[in-house]
């Protein structure tokens, strides 16, 4: 069974920092998009970052040049910096990988696709107070 486990949420001020990590089990070399999304309740989950297999990353409009993707191949972890964090932030995050092949009707491969994900963190909750 593939465990991402995620770490690092907590509460910040306004203008902090965290950073998050998650921890990939297997199929780390398997993936064709690795991820963090966002969710509040009520709303959709919202890719923050992603990075494909080839290491093109993606931003959301709202965190760019604030938050940053990476990965470290050697340990199978993903990693969220956030930095200049707003309350508007205040969410819960999820790390995901997708390990499927991509649907035949794509054009191209679309990482911001929660759906295409088939692997889930269990979340872990960042609130940023002002």
């Known amino acids: 069974q593939v465990q991402l486990v995620e770490s690092g949420g907590g509460s910040v001020q306004a203008g902090g920092s965290l950073r998050l990590s998650c921890a990939v089990s297997?199929?780390?070399?398997?993936?064709?998009?690795m991820a963090w999304f966002r969710q509040v309740p009520g709303k959709e989950r919202e890719a923050v970052a992603t990075?494909?297999?080839?290491?093109?990353?993606s931003y959301a409009d709202s965190v760019k040049g604030r938050f940053t993707i990476s990965q470290d191949n050697a340990k199978n972890t993903l990693y969220l910096q956030m930095s200049s964090l707003k309350p508007e932030d205040t969410s819960t995050y999820y790390c995901?990988?997708?390990?499927?092949?991509?649907?035949?009707?794509?054009?191209?491969?679309?990482?911001?696709?929660?759906?295409?994900?088939?692997?889930w963190g269990q979340g872990t909750q960042v609130s940023v107070s002002s």
């Open positions: 990075i494909t297999n080839d290491g093109a990353i």
């Open positions: 995901a990988i997708a390990t499927r092949l991509p649907p035949p009707s794509w054009m191209r491969l679309d990482c911001g696709a929660a759906s295409y994900y088939n692997y």
């Open positions: 297997e199929y780390w070399y398997s993936a064709f998009c």
